[in-house]
C-alpha cells in the first residue's frame, strides 16, 4: 500500500480531490513541460500550407504562454525554407488559414473580440488588406479558383463541437445571474452551420440558410459549391448527410448523391469537371477514412477509384486531372497523387517511422510533385516536413530545448501483428521499455471511434503511456476489426457487432504478448476514451484478465446514452438494435449491468460538459463497479469536454492513470511502503 503523507495527497488507497501535491502529479507535470517546452515554444502544428512561387511557407502553431495551467493558444507562423526559425505573425486565436491558389494572399480566420463573432482577414505581402467580422465560429476557409472570393463554413454561436472537438455545446459569456437555467428548446438560428462568400469588397454575406446545414464545402469551378449537408443541425445528422451541389449566387441546392455510409472532404476541381470526395463507413464526423470516390456533376455518377490499399483520409487537388492525397495502409501512413484522367495512382511517400496528421493523415500539394505535411513519431516531436521526388526533407522541427533528454527512456512504437482466434490478421503498435528483459505490467490503450486508428503519433499524444513505460510498463496500442488502415470490409466488421469480435481481437492480441513472454499474465489492465472507455469498462465483464481499468468519456448503459448524447445515431447505427425495445444490444453490450459479474478496481473520468458520452455514462459505470465490490473512484472535471484533452486536466488525469496502477496492480518502480 502506498503513502505520501504530504497533506492534500493520496493516502492509502484513497484519491483526494486536489491531487497537485502528489507525486504522480508533479513527475507528469515536469514531463509535459519538457515535452512542450513553455514561455511560447511552438510545440506543435497544422493547416501548414505553401506555394512553389515563393519560399513562405504558413502554419498555425501551438504553444503555452505560461505554465500548463491553461489551454494551449493557436497563433500564425511563417517560416522561409532553410531558416529553421519560424516567426510569429498575429496574437489572435487562429482557427483557419487557407493559401490563395496563386500563393499571393493568405486568408486568416480568428476569434474576434466580441463574443460570438469571428474575423477573417487577407494578408498580402505581409499586410493586412482587408478585414471583416462573422458572427459564429468560422470552422473552414476556400478560395475560388480566380482567387477573387472566400467560401467560408461557419457554425452557428450555439452550435455543438464534434467528439474531436471536445463534444459540447458553445456557449456564450453573459452577465446574467449564475442560478438562471439552460433552456434547450432543440431549436435555434444559432444552431445550424451555413456558407458565407466573402467577395473583399462588401461584408461577408450568408449564402445558405435552415433547413440546409453545411458540414463541409469547397468550390466547384467558380461559380459552383460542393458541400455535405443534411436537413437538421444536430450533431447526430451528419451521420445521414449527403453530397450536394450549391450555386454560389442564388444558394439553391441540388442534390448529387445520397451515400450508403458517410462521406466526408468534399473537393470540386478548379475547372468544376469533377467532385473528389471520400466515402466510408464512420463513426465519428472528422475523421472519415475510406473510399476516393470521384462525381460527375452534369451525369451524376459515382466512381470509386482504387488506391493500392491505402484508406484515404485527406485530399487536395494538385491540378484539374491531378488529386493529391493521405491516408492510412496498415501501419503504413501513405502520401499518394492520382491521375484521375485513367494513369492511375503514384506513391509519393509511406512510412511506418512517421506518421504526419492531427487527427488523420493529411498533407497538401506542393509545385508538380511536391507536398507539405506535418510529421512525427511516438519518440519524435513534430516537425514541418517535405517531400520533393519521394525523399523527406525537414524544414522545421517543433521540439522543445528539453523535449529529447525528457523522451529518452520511454521507449520507441513498433508495429505488432497477431492472429485472432478466427485466424484473421490483426495489427497494432507495442511501447517496450528499453531495459525489459521479460514480462512487464502491460496497459492496453484502446482508441476511440470505433472507426479510427492508432498511429506512430508523438508520446505527449497517449497521456500516461511515457510516464508509464520510463516506470518498466509496456504499452499496447491495438487496432481491432472496426479500425480503419484494412480497408471497408475490415472497418464495417463492427457494425452490429460493437463489443463482440472487436473485442476478442483486443484479448487475442494480450494472449499473444504473453505468450510471447513480453507480459505478464497477472498485471494487465485497460484504457481508452469514448468508443476506448466503453471497451476498458466492456472487457473486463468478458474475460478476468484485467486487473486494472480505466474507463474514460465511457459509454456504461447504452439505453441511456441514446436519449442523452448528441449522436444518438451513432449506437443506432453500430448496435443495429432498437432503444426501444428490452433486451437486444443495447442490454446485452451496456458494460454497466454485467459489471457486477467481475470485481475489477476501476477508475472512471469525464468531462463535466461532455454531450457526446455525457458523464451520466461515467456515473454508471462507477456505480456497478462499486456495487460488484470493486474499489472505485469517479473523476468529473467539471470544464472538460469529451476525451478530456483541455489542460491542466490533461495532466491531471495522466498523473491519476499512474496512481492507480500503481496502487493496485504496482510495477519495476512502484513507491511501497
Avoid at 167 to 195: C, F, H, M, N, S
Amino acid at each position: 500500500m502506498r503513502n505520501s503523507g504530504s497533506e492534500g495527497a493520496p493516502v492509502a488507497g484513497r484519491m483526494s480531490r486536489d491531487f497537485r501535491s502528489a507525486a504522480e502529479f508533479a513527475e507528469a507535470q515536469g514531463l509535459y513541460a519538457a515535452l512542450f517546452g513553455l514561455s511560447g515554444h511552438v510545440f506543435a502544428a497544422r493547416s501548414l500550407c505553401g506555394h512553389d512561387s515563393n519560399e513562405a511557407v504558413f502554419f498555425i502553431g501551438q504553444s503555452f504562454e505560461g505554465g500548463l495551467d491553461g489551454a494551449p493558444v493557436s497563433r500564425l507562423y511563417q517560416m522561409r525554407r532553410g531558416d529553421h526559425s519560424p516567426q510569429r505573425l498575429n496574437d489572435a486565436e487562429t482557427r483557419q488559414i487557407s493559401l490563395a491558389p496563386d500563393g499571393q494572399s493568405l486568408a486568416v480566420a480568428y476569434a474576434g473580440g466580441e463574443p460570438g463573432v469571428d474575423s477573417i482577414e487577407i494578408c498580402s505581402a505581409g499586410e493586412g488588406v482587408a478585414v471583416a467580422d462573422v458572427p459564429g465560429r468560422i470552422e473552414l476557409i476556400d478560395w475560388s479558383p480566380d482567387c477573387r472570393k472566400l467560401l467560408l463554413v461557419v457554425a452557428g454561436a450555439g452550435a455543438d463541437l464534434a467528439g474531436i472537438h471536445g463534444g459540447y455545446a458553445q456557449k456564450q459569456k453573459t452577465d446574467a445571474p449564475a442560478w438562471l437555467p439552460e433552456v434547450d428548446w432543440g431549436e435555434g438560428e444559432d444552431l445550424w452551420r451555413r456558407i458565407w462568400l466573402w467577395d473583399m469588397r462588401a461584408k461577408p454575406a450568408p449564402l445558405t440558410s435552415a433547413p440546409v446545414n453545411v458540414w463541409e464545402a469547397s468550390w466547384c469551378g467558380a461559380d459552383k459549391i460542393a458541400a455535405v449537408t443534411s436537413d437538421d443541425h444536430g450533431e447526430g445528422s451528419w451521420y445521414a448527410a449527403k453530397l450536394s451541389l450549391i450555386d454560389a449566387k442564388s444558394g439553391s441546392v441540388k442534390l448529387l448523391h445520397t451515400p450508403r455510409d458517410q462521406i466526408g472532404v468534399p473537393r470540386g476541381s478548379p475547372d468544376g469537371a469533377r467532385i473528389a470526395f471520400v466515402q466510408a463507413f464512420c463513426s465519428d464526423r472528422g475523421l472519415v477514412a475510406g473510399q476516393l470516390s470521384i462525381l460527375d456533376p452534369l451525369s451524376g455518377e459515382v466512381a470509386v477509384v482504387p488506391t493500392n490499399s491505402i484508406d484515404v483520409t485527406s485530399i487536395e487537388w494538385r491540378s484539374a486531372t491531378s488529386l493529391h492525397m493521405a491516408g492510412i495502409r496498415g501501419h503504413e501512413t501513405v502520401l499518394a497523387d492520382c491521375d484521375v484522367s485513367g494513369a492511375g495512382v503514384t506513391e509519393r511517400w509511406s512510412s511506418t517511422e512517421l506518421t504526419c496528421g492531427e487527427w488523420a493523415p493529411s498533407s497538401v500539394p506542393v509545385g508538380a510533385v511536391g507536398s507539405l505535411f506535418i510529421a512525427e513519431a511516438y519518440d519524435r516531436a513534430p516537425f514541418l516536413a517535405e517531400v520533393a521526388e519521394g525523399e523527406l526533407r525537414e524544414l522545421a522541427s517543433l521540439a522543445a530545448t528539453e523535449a529529447r533528454s525528457a523522451m529518452a527512456g520511454r521507449g520507441k512504437a513498433e508495429p505488432f501483428s497477431w492472429r485472432a482466434a478466427d485466424g484473421l490478421e490483426i495489427q497494432g503498435w507495442l511501447v517496450r521499455p528499453p531495459a525489459a528483459a521479460g514480462p512487464t505490467p502491460l496497459l492496453v490503450d484502446i482508441h476511440g471511434g470505433p472507426i479510427s486508428s492508432h498511429r506512430n503519433r508523438w508520446m505527449a499524444r497517449t497521456r500516461s503511456a511515457p510516464l508509464l513505460v520510463s516506470r518498466g510498463w509496456t504499452i499496447f496500442f491495438p487496432n481491432p476489426r472496426g479500425s480503419t488502415g484494412r480497408g471497408d470490409a475490415f472497418a464495417r466488421a463492427v457494425q452490429g457487432d460493437m463489443g463482440g469480435a472487436d473485442a476478442d481481437d483486443i484479448l487475442s492480441g494480450i494472449d499473444a504478448l504473453v505468450g510471447k513472454g513480453l507480459v505478464d499474465p497477472d498485471r494487465v489492465a485497460v484504457t481508452g476514451t469514448s468508443y476506448g472507455g466503453f471497451m476498458s469498462a466492456w472487457l473486463p465483464t468478458r474475460s478476468d484478465r484485467f486487473a486494472a481499468a480505466i474507463p474514460i468519456s465511457p459509454v456504461g448503459d447504452w439505453y441511456s446514452q441514446h436519449r442523452t448524447t448528441q449522436i444518438p445515431e451513432f449506437d443506432a447505427l453500430m448496435l443495429e438494435s432498437s432503444p426501444w425495445e428490452e433486451g437486444g444490444a443495447y442490454f446485452a453490450r451496456s458494460p454497466a449491468f454485467h459489471k457486477q459479474l467481475g470485481s475489477v478496481p476501476t477508475l472512471v473520468i469525464a468531462g463535466g460538459i461532455d454531450k457526446s458520452t455525457p458523464p451520466g455514462q461515467a456515473l454508471e459505470c462507477h456505480f456497478a463497479a462499486l456495487r460488484s465490490g470493486s474499489p472505485s473512484a469517479l473523476a468529473t472535471y467539471p470544464n472538460a469536454g469529451h476525451s478530456l484533452r483541455s489542460y491542466p486536466e490533461y495532466i491531471d488525469t495522466a498523473a491519476r492513470i499512474v496512481w492507480w496502477l500503481d496502487t493496485y496492480i504496482g510495477g519495476p518502480s512502484a513507491a511501497t511502503i
